[in-house]
């Protein structure tokens, strides 16, 4: 059976981490509620503004059960702000800044600067077989350190923020700094769709 992965629909990309997901086999379902929430054996948390959609997150009265479903275990991949929330701990945040947590990372918000600084690159991604990732970066966070408990799996390779942390892994949890669902490559999907798979 397929997996059933939801991707959470309060901001961001919705509809193209879907495509990627269902692509690398899973079937997909937007998550706004908790009952679906409580339905899906894993999760991703698009991109989009952090600090917006942990309000969405109250809101929607789904902090708290996906705080605890992330505790228990859920497979989650956060890409840009969804590695924010997924973090323990965030730098250049704003002064009420709260996060899911879960991943054992510092992360700077907006490390690679504004709108204007968005870029591309090709990286190495452990855990992803063939040619070098294309990565696109819009407003992106890096990863300042891992704790004990996660894993870097990718970094820069050249320029001014060459080896900085841009990807990370912790058990089922995945975390990219980047926007895998619009470079029209679903290597990291698949990878996330193995983690689920195989429990990891």
Known sequence: MNPLIGVLALQGDVREHRAALESSGARTVGVRRVAELEAVDGL?????????IDKLLRIFDLYEPLQKAIAD??????SCAGMILLADTVVGGTSDQQTLGGLDVVVRRNAFGRQV?????DLDVEGVEGPPVHAAFIRAPWVESTGPRASA???IRTGPAAGRIVAVRQ???LATSFHPEITGDARIHQ?????VRKGY
């Open 44 to 52: 991703v948390l698009p991109g989009g503004e952090s600090t917006t």
């Open 73 to 78: 275990g859920l497979p989650v991949y956060g």
């Open 117 to 121: 600084d968005s870029f591309e690159t």
């Open 153 to 155: 799996i990718a970094t």
């Open 171 to 173: 058990g089922g949890l």
């Open 191 to 195: 990878l996330f769709v193995s983690i």
